[in-house]
């Protein structure tokens, strides 16, 4: 590690304890997502942090989002989990024809929390590092004005930038029909340059080679050039989210 790293946190150690929070059991990996969310500004990163805790001893109390606390979006089975990408990061796939505004919107919020959880949790080997990061698969095949949830988008993606900093590793959204684009005009008004500069829509046949060959036969489903099944998410085990 570079030493202007080792001095940004030992800084943002101690900045964390002047708000309030706690930083002791959380490795330099862990806090470097969130200096780096910030640009090295300790300060900011410590502030971050410490909204990031506040944020999940309110709304995720247990560590995790159980499936009883899920039911609704869960029957939906909208969500898959694939395994892990050519570098490692595990692939989630979101169908958007399968997704329907929701009238519940603080069991949306715990649904986010649960599969970005859970995402994240299947790709550790052994105990968590804190780096890990995930690519997102945003499949509008057969969408309809019935699925638009430019809301629970805004709230995905902002979940992201807000909780869950330097998680992402890419987002490629795959068949984006000509209507939705005023919609995805309107979402990434809400999105930061670094979240943006990591969607990729995929709109030809070259970006689609490329999609596949970055992600992997591996691990994506046959409908999308690979050779697996779909897994829905609620149907992958994690001896993790238990412990």
Same mark, same amino acid.
């Given at each position: ?39 090295? *500004?300790?300060?900011?990163? =410590? /502030? ?8 999940? +001893? ?8 159980? *499936? ?9 089975? &909208?969500?898959?989990?694939?395994? @892990? ?23 949306? /919020?715990?649904?986010? !929390?649960?599969?970005?959880? /859970? ?13 890990? /990061? ?11 004005? &019935?699925?638009?949830?430019?809301? +629970?988008?805004?709230?995905? #993606?902002?979940?992201?930038? =807000? ?6 590793? &890419? ?7 000509? #209507?939705?684009?005023? !919609? ?6 809400? @999105?930061?340059? +670094?979240?943006?500069?990591?969607? !990729? ?17 591996? +691990? ?10 779909? !897994? ?12």
């Amino acid at each position: 590690m570079e030493k202007n790293q080792e001095i940004a946190l030992t800084r943002m150690r101690k900045s964390v304890e002047k708000l309030g929070g706690s930083a002791g059991e959380y490795g330099d990996p862990t806090l470097m997502r969130f200096l780096i969310a910030r640009s090295m *500004d300790s300060d900011k990163a =410590a /502030k971050m942090f410490v909204q990031w805790q506040k944020w999940r +001893a309110k709304l995720v109390p247990l560590g995790f989002i159980p *499936d009883s606390d899920v039911p609704d979006e869960l029957e939906a089975r &909208k969500i898959y989990l694939q395994g @892990l990408s050519k570098n490692g990061y595990p692939v989630m796939i979101v169908k958007g024809s399968k997704h329907f505004p929701s009238k519940d919107q603080l069991q949306f /919020k715990k649904y986010v !929390v649960h599969v970005l959880d /859970k995402t994240i949790a299947s790709s550790f080997k052994g105990g968590e590092i804190g780096n890990e /990061k995930l690519i997102g698969i945003l499949d509008l095949q057969q969408i309809t004005y &019935k699925n638009i949830d430019a809301r +629970a988008l805004i709230t995905g #993606f902002q979940f992201l930038q =807000a909780y869950y900093p330097e998680r992402l590793a &890419k987002c490629f959204i795959l068949n984006m029909p000509r #209507f939705f684009v005023s !919609v995805w005009r309107m979402v990434s008004y809400f @999105l930061e340059k +670094a979240t943006l500069e990591k969607i !990729v829509i995929v709109s030809n046949e070259d970006e689609r080679r490329e999609f596949i060959k970055e992600i992997g036969e591996d +691990a994506l489903p046959e409908e999308y050039g690979g050779w697996t099944k779909l !897994v829905a998410i609620q149907n992958v085990v994690l001896i993790q989210l238990e412990d």
